[in-house]
Structure formats: structure tokens, C-alpha cells
């Protein structure tokens, strides 16, 4: 069953904590992103990676890391500097031809 | 840099009427354009494409959208809506230049009546 896994569903974390969100993608896809997704505001694209070892920042990077040391995983941790980390994180992988397939996404609240 | 204006945040429709989302991009060059939905509680999935050749593309469950180059936009339709398509529709562009990178509208929420 090919697709792209985010685990867990729903994710608590206190203020000043980091946590780490998961991805994995059996799609065979050399592109993996992250994106954020806030009511009204659409998707904003955080990290993406086009090819393994190797990542770019996107639109909000700040208080965010990632890492892409395999072709099928590609972590998103949101740091303590993250300033409104609170959101529905969503991470996607795409072929070569730029469409974008989507996981069921990760709500975190930090309180 | 690219930008993607979607007109409506909120439509509320009685089934059976018909439908018109409107999306607009800001980018002179090559794009390609997509529209996603996403039903509550269920991924964001990809409802047609829009890379090259005929204007108007046809995706899944009765919708279409037409590219207009001239006025730099991407308008969703359907003729006839009904209570499943209730979800947030999202337009999207990407641009040769910017690899795969999409850049997304702000989305719109539809519901529509029974």
C-alpha cells in the first residue's frame, strides 16, 4: 500500500520543548516537504529536500530543523524557538513532474 | 516572488447549484497548476492538474478548471454541486524556476446545503 505515513495523529508538548514529527514515503520520491497549515493562511511551505543529504528552506524555516538522511524519511523537528508552533503540519513527497502527494498530516499543541 | 490569490474564503451553496472558485497566480513564466481538497478529516488530495495542452482540464468527481493565461488565472468549476463536495479547496502553482516548490492560495471552504 504505497503512500506517505505522518505519525503521530496528535501531538501535545509543553512550552520550551522540542519535538520531533515523522515522515515516511514509500512512493520512491526523490522530493519530500513539510508545510504548515493555519486557518485562512493556506499551506506555508517549511523545509523541502529534493534529493537525499540535502535540504532547502522555505517560507518559515526559523524554529524549525530537518534532516533527510534517507530517500523515504524526512523528519521535521519544531524547536523551542518556534515562536507559534501550535499548527497542523502536513508533509508531502512529489516525483520529478511537481505533483505533490500528502500525508494525514500532524496536529500539534503546545501548551 | 510567486503568489496565489484564491477570491473566496467561504461559499455556501444549496446542492445543485453550480460552482465557480476563483484562483489567480502572480508569475509570468511557465507555470503548472493544481487544485487540492480536503474533506474533513481526510488528506489533502489532488482533484486535476493543469501542466500543458488544453486549457481545460477535467479531474475527478465532475470538476474542471480553465487556464486563462492572458489573465493569469485558474478558476474551479462544477456544475452541479452536492453535499459531499462540502471541504476547503486549495489552488496551487509552481514554477519551472522553483523546481517543484508549490505555492499554495490561501484556501476556501465550501459547504453546501442539503
Known amino acids: 500500500d504505497g503512500g506517505i505515513t505522518q505519525s503521530p495523529k496528535y501531538l501535545f508538548r509543553k512550552e520550551g520543548q522540542n519535538v520531533t514529527l515523522s515522515c515516511e514515503q514509500n512512493l520512491n520520491h526523490d522530493a519530500m516537504y513539510w508545510y504548515r497549515q493555519d486557518p485562512g493562511q493556506g499551506l506555508r511551505l517549511i523545509y523541502y529536500?529534493?534529493?537525499?543529504?540535502?535540504?532547502q528552506k522555505g517560507d518559515i524555516a526559523e524554529g524549525y530543523s530537518v534532516s533527510r538522511e534517507k530517500k523515504e524519511s524526512f523528519p521535521l523537528t519544531v524547536t523551542s524557538a518556534q515562536k507559534n508552533p501550535t499548527a497542523f503540519y502536513l508533509c508531502a513527497s512529489s516525483s520529478i513532474l511537481g505533483e505533490q502527494y500528502f500525508g494525514p498530516g500532524t496536529r500539534l499543541t503546545v501548551t | 516572488a510567486q503568489s496565489v490569490s484564491q477570491h473566496n474564503h467561504h461559499v455556501i451553496l444549496s446542492e445543485a447549484a453550480s460552482l465557480e472558485l476563483g484562483c489567480n497566480y502572480s508569475?509570468?513564466?511557465?507555470?503548472?497548476l493544481f487544485w487540492y481538497v480536503q474533506y474533513p478529516g481526510q488528506h489533502l488530495q489532488l482533484l486535476l492538474k493543469y501542466f500543458s495542452g488544453d486549457p481545460l482540464v477535467k479531474g475527478i468527481k465532475g470538476f474542471e478548471a480553465e487556464f486563462i493565461k492572458s489573465k493569469f488565472s485558474f478558476n474551479l468549476r462544477k456544475p452541479s454541486v452536492q453535499w459531499s463536495d462540502t471541504a476547503e479547496y486549495f489552488c496551487a502553482v509552481n514554477a519551472k524556476e522553483y523546481g517543484n516548490k508549490l505555492v499554495f492560495g490561501a484556501g476556501t471552504i465550501l459547504r453546501v446545503k442539503s
Open positions: 529536500s529534493q534529493i537525499v543529504n540535502d535540504f
Open positions: 508569475y509570468g513564466g511557465t507555470v503548472n
